[in-house]
């Protein structure tokens, strides 16, 4: 029997600052981050491969006041994220370096590797590199308040 797979998680942001899980996005607001390619992040978030969801809404874990968020997630066949990924995009909030140029090489298009919804929600969701990512980037933000 041959492995699933895998597909990397990103975007799993945590409710509360001090979670050793994950990471609150407001730890890593950066207005500076990806200036000149921000609106094709934001495009390329949105237009990742529809590959399910979850039976309830999105808990935005900034200020909204808006009407309740979609839970479906998005693929380009390697990471998996969730549709409202974006909208923390639009709000500064930096994305990992190595999933910003995965983007790069797909040259910001999400359907070049052509896996299809089906494909994708085979795959074995990998958070991995994500959890990693957090718990640099909280000691990160810890350094500088010291």
């Known amino acids: 029997m041959s492995a699933r797979k895998k597909v990397m998680t990103v975007g799993s942001w945590s409710e509360h600052l001090d979670d050793s899980y994950s990471i ?3 730890l890593v607001i950066d207005p500076t981050w990806q200036v000149e390619n921000r609106e094709k ?3 390329y978030l949105r237009d990742g ?3 399910g969801g979850m039976l309830s809404y999105h808990k935005f874990r900034l200020n909204y006041d808006g009407p309740p ?3 479906l997630e998005r693929s380009d066949g390697v990471w998996i994220w969730p549709e409202v990924l974006a909208r923390y995009v639009e ?3 930096r994305l990992p370096d190595a999933f910003v140029d995965h983007m790069k090489a797909m040259n910001f298009d999400p359907h070049r ?4 919804s089906e494909e994708i929600l085979r795959m074995e969701s990998c958070p991995h ?3 990693g990512w957090c718990g640099l980037e909280k000691q990160r933000a810890e350094s500088e308040t010291e």
């Open 129 to 131: 590199y994500w959890n």
């Open 91 to 93: 709000r500064n909030v």
């Open 113 to 116: 590797s052509g896996h299809t």
């Open 69 to 71: 968020l979609s839970s």
């Open 24 to 26: 609150h996005p407001a």
């Open 41 to 43: 992040i934001i495009r």
């Open 49 to 51: 491969v529809p590959c």
